[in-house]
């Protein structure tokens, strides 16, 4: 083991004891009055969920780090325990299992006290772990929990030699729609072993905006991904410090849509055509359809980056055809500002001409979680010239 790798594990090992050994003080004020390791492994999760899920997330980099080693016939570097053994190792938790302190605790042991003391703890734990679920929710609004099949060729796109950093780019940008397990193991990977910059540093933040485990690593650590003499002289000397920025307007992305293949291998089941006032509702639809196994396109979360109200034109309405186009059917969201959206209207005659299945489901059924998804017979939007529908503005 190199002295840095050796180094960088034994201070993240020390700093993973440390956090358990103070959870576990913490928690001791509230311990029944019999208890054993799975009740102070309950309490963990209970009160530090989030922290007990990247202990465990650190566990298996770890292990699977042993496993690379040993597949290429290397001695194991780690051999990290798992942390249910990690906290039974802690000094604290012999303390705890003394047979003096637990014949002391049994005969202190006073129920009304302990109730106090639990509630206590959860007032001060209960809104910490809110506002971190809150956080972690409100990153995950703008992406769709399913694995449509393109994935595996968007992955594929971004790992091939001849892709650009610009391109990567997109593609990272694209994955980013999807949470799902698929990508949240490609991004750990490239958090790993990313020789760009600005890319390795867009996965961590990324990972760690939705809660997961993910080391930055330095660029003087990074191993060169490549033999070739040619192509190591220009990762290093040349990709390494690339970056780009997205031009978040209609008339980019309309562009990549003509021109990227990252744009044209997506498909979607459905084009949502709803009133962005009914924002709530479909977010309630797409989890469903997402349960489904469903890959859905709503402006707002497939295209949010570039479609901004403030931004709308004759670009907006080209992309808008465009993922029409890409879907199986229209899931028309009625309600009554969908029904006043010009948007819509026009949404909906496009997908008519194209004779896509147009379906129906009302705003109201959705809020009580109790909704079919019906055809459309009621041709009320059909509009010959819908065309020249003027359209300036988000509705």
């Known amino acids: 083991m190199s002295g840095f790798t050796k180094h960088m594990y034994t201070k993240e090992l020390e700093s993973i004891k440390k956090d358990l050994s103070n959870y ?24 530090y969920p989030f922290e007990w899920q990247i202990f465990n997330e650190k566990y298996n980099y770890y292990c699977a780090k042993d496993r690379k080693l040993k597949a290429l016939g290397k001695k194991v570097r780690f051999a990290m325990i ?21 014949y002391l605790h049994k005969n202190s042991f006073n129920r009304e006290m302990q109730i106090s003391a639990e509630e ?30 393109f994935l595996d060729e968007l992955m594929g796109l971004y790992d091939k030699k001849t892709t650009s950093q610009k391109d990567r780019v997109y593609i990272f940008k694209e994955l980013q729609r999807y949470y799902c397990s698929k990508v949240i193991v490609f991004f750990k990977k490239k958090v790993e072993t990313e020789y760009n910059r600005q890319l390795r540093e867009m996965v961590f933040y990324h990972l760690k905006e939705l809660g ?20 190591r002289k220009f990762l290093k ?8 920025n997205i031009n978040e307007i209609p008339e980019e992305l309309e562009y990549r849509i003509q021109n990227s293949k990252e744009q044209r291998i997506k498909t979607y089941d459905f084009f949502i055509s709803h009133s962005s006032v009914d924002f709530n509702e479909i977010q309630c639809l797409i989890r469903e359809l997402n ?17 901004k109200c403030n931004l709308v034109g004759l670009a907006t309405r080209k992309v808008i055809e465009k993922r029409i186009e890409q879907s199986e059917a229209i899931i028309l969201v009625v309600s009554e500002h969908s029904k006043k959206s010009k948007w819509v209207k026009y949404e ?48």
């Not at 798992?82 to 637990?102: A, V």
């Not at 997961?212 to 192509?231: E, V």
């Not at 990709?239 to 780009?244: K, M, P, T, V």
Request: hydrophobic share 35%.
């Open 82 to 102: 798992e942390p249910i053994l990690l906290i039974e190792s802690l000094t604290i938790i012999r303390k705890l299992f003394s047979e003096q302190y637990i």
């Open 24 to 47: 576990v003080n913490k928690i001791s004020v509230v311990l029944p009055r019999e208890y054993g390791l799975e009740t102070i492994v309950s309490l963990i999760k209970r009160y």
């Open 348 to 395: 909906l005659n496009y997908a008519y001409q194209l004779n896509k299945p147009i379906y129906a489901i009302r705003k109201e059924d959705i809020s009580i979680e109790s909704y079919s998804t019906d055809k459309l017979n009621d041709l009320w939007f059909q509009d010959e010239n819908y065309k020249n529908i003027k359209l300036f503005e988000c509705s």
């Open 120 to 149: 206590k703890f959860k007032k001060e734990r209960d809104p910490k772990i809110r506002k971190r679920q809150e956080k972690i929710t409100k990153a995950k609004i703008k992406a769709q929990e399913i694995e449509p099949f």
């Open 212 to 231: 997961h485990f993910a080391i930055l690593r330095k660029q003087k650590y990074m191993r060169i991904p490549s033999k070739n003499k040619k192509r």
């Open 237 to 244: 000397d040349v990709y390494i410090n690339e970056r780009f």
């Open 291 to 307: 349960r489904g196994k469903k890959n859905v396109y709503c402006d707002w979360i497939n295209d949010n980056d570039y479609l």
